[in-house]
């Protein structure tokens, strides 16, 4: 079946360094993609998206990167600070009529 | 703050009840989705609503119900409550009736079934 996963499930970065969280997905026809953070004890925040017509995308501190070859996602966090720790979710979306599949989620932590 | 707001935060009861969790979405959108989020689960989508009406529906079981009211606030309807309801329910709002739009999440109610 369809399905959204991540390669790692935990990852564990030094402050200041650039993180990478990554997610396969298996649905081709997803042309629609998005990153959500999610702290403890809080709602998915939403960091940036993607849609399929593009191959990167910048935000603040943020990089999305999709690679449709090989139905690859990765978020890169640059200067990764304390603020970052969290859970970040990839979900994708089929597009017209359809509604979002979430993967498990990577857990990320900053060290000092 | 994503301007969603949910009710209650937190909710204990025991198995065989009935909950409502409500939600409001932010001024504006029309579209409300209701997730599950539990620990071997994930994040699951249940049902969505755009402007009173029912518009999709995922992973819900009978059990469940939900509706959309006029002033667009919604409620999650949990009964027959079983010891693996116990989760946290996210609703999301989007200005958008269908394709591919971000979602703002609220806070969420942890419910907790013993």
């Known amino acids: 079946g369809e399905s959204v996963g991540l390669h790692l499930p935990t990852l564990s970065v030094q402050e200041g360094d650039n993180s990478i969280i990554n997610c396969a997905y298996s649905n081709s026809a997803s042309d629609y993609f998005i990153w959500y953070k999610q702290e403890s004890g809080k709602g998915p925040q939403f960091i940036i998206d993607i849609r399929s017509n593009m191959d990167k995308r910048q935000g603040q501190r943020v990089t999305v990167l999709l690679n449709k070859t090989v139905k690859h996602l990765s978020l890169q966090i640059a200067a990764t600070q304390p603020g970052d720790s969290a859970v970040y979710f990839c979900?994708?979306?089929?597009?017209?009529?359809?509604?979002?599949?979430f993967g498990p989620g990577t857990r990320l932590s900053v060290l000092p | 703050d994503s301007g969603v707001t949910q009710t209650p935060k937190h909710l204990i009861t025991a198995t065989g009840q009935r909950v409502t969790l409500r939600c409001s979405p932010r001024s504006g959108d029309l579209s409300v989705y209701w997730y599950q989020q539990s620990l071997d689960q994930g994040l699951q989508f249940l049902i969505q609503?755009?402007?009173?009406?029912?518009?999709a529906k995922g992973n819900i079981l009978e059990r469940f119900s939900a509706q959309q009211f006029p002033d667009l606030h919604s409620e999650l309807n949990l009964s027959s409550l079983e010891l693996g309801d116990s989760a946290l329910y996210f609703c999301?709002?989007?200005?958008?009736?269908?394709?591919?739009?971000?979602?703002?999440f609220g806070p969420g109610t942890r419910l907790t079934v013993t």
């Open positions: 609503y755009y402007n009173g009406e029912e518009r």
């Open positions: 979900a994708e979306n089929k597009g017209y009529g359809q509604n979002f599949v």
């Open positions: 999301a709002s989007s200005p958008k009736v269908q394709g591919a739009y971000e979602q703002y």
